[in-house]
């Protein structure tokens, strides 16, 4: 007997750093969406495509909503909040262990008038007893008409096959949207550019995490097979710009060394990173620059 063939879009909302893209990357199986423990990591809206033989599933990384600081973080939430008229379900994320906020109260708000299917995430159960988890689902289970609420672990895995199969029923009859090997929508130049950025969140404290840019100057395919990638780094201040460099260059170094890994597992080949840092002030309310940058809330 023929099974129908299902598909549909899925966006991911939910506060900054409850753990969205980790979900993306656990679903699709690599890497396509940066993590790290610093709230406010995604800017963009990224794809992540999930394939199976009776069903296609687009499953949307969108950056965490909160209250926005400068035109970037504003752009960031326009973006995140577009998503919601435009897909077949979504999955409102929380964090197990993080008690309810204005935050959630916030996006709860904009949940009211959506007409497809919502579902109640909750994330990182691997951080609470199962004791703690039905006095969460007691708090939610009225603030909002959920189709159903899912505890789930992204980084571990725990239920998230349970989730793919409960998404899949509510999806509508429809075709592959893409081809079965493509896992998202965003050209290879742009995750060269957040693998980077993700180092950089990752080796580096305080405010620089959040005042940088990345942007990829050359790509180029040298003898051997080899690929030569020129990329920038650009930061708000002079006094940001040293940090990022550090003592004798070795920041940069370090940063260069562990992103090159990283894209070259992405590549699949062996990869040159040539990195350099430049000072650009406010760049994160400058229109023509977010623009440049692709951080625009048309862009994507
Ligand atoms: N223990 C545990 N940690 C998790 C889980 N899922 C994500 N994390 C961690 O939570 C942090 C944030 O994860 P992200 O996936 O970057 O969160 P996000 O929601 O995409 O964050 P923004 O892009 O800033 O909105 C990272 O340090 C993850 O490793 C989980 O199921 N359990
Ligand atoms: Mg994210």
Redesign the pocket.
């Known amino acids: 007997m023929d099974i129908a063939h299902k598909s549909g879009f899925i966006s991911i909302i ?10 993306v990357n656990r679903v699709i199986g690599q890497k396509i ?10 800017r963009n809206k990224i794809q992540g495509i999930y394939t199976e033989e009776s069903a296609q599933m687009i499953f949307i ?1 969108t ?2 909503i909160h209250k926005p600081k400068h035109r970037l973080g504003d752009n960031m939430v326009k973006i995140a909040e577009s998503t919601l008229n435009e897909v077949d379900a979504v999955l409102f ?1 929380i964090n197990a262990k993080e008690g309810y906020g204005k935050g959630d109260q916030y996006i709860l708000d904009r949940l009211q008038n959506i007409d497809s299917p919502i579902f109640l995430i909750i ?5 609470i007893h199962p004791d703690e988890l039905f006095p969460i689902i007691e708090l939610y289970k009225n603030k909002c008409d959920f189709k159903e609420i899912i505890p ?5 895995g725990n239920n998230v096959t349970y989730l793919l199969n409960i998404l899949k029923e509510c999806l509508p009859e429809g075709p592959k949207y893409y081809p079965e090997d493509q896992v998202t929508d965003h050209p290879e130049r742009f995750i060269i550019s957040e693998l980077i950025r993700e180092k950089v969140l990752r080796l580096t404290r305080e405010e620089i995490p959040h005042s940088i840019a990345v942007v990829i100057e050359n790509i180029e395919k040298r003898e051997s097979n080899a690929m030569f990638i020129q990329a920038v780094i650009i930061t708000e201040r002079n006094t940001q710009k040293g940090i990022l460099i550090g003592k004798q260059g070795s920041m940069l170094k370090e940063i260069g060394k562990k992103a090159r890994l990283d894209i070259e597992t992405l590549l699949g080949t062996k990869v040159f990173l040539e990195l350099w840092v430049k000072v650009q002030p406010n760049w994160r309310n400058n229109h023509r620059q977010l623009n440049q940058f692709g951080l625009n809330n048309e862009e994507y």
């Open positions: 939910g506060r900054p750093n409850v753990g969205k893209s980790t979900f969406a940066i993590t790290s423990d610093k709230p406010q990591t995604t990384d950056p965490g994320m994330n990182k159960v691997d951080l789930i672990s992204a980084l571990e």
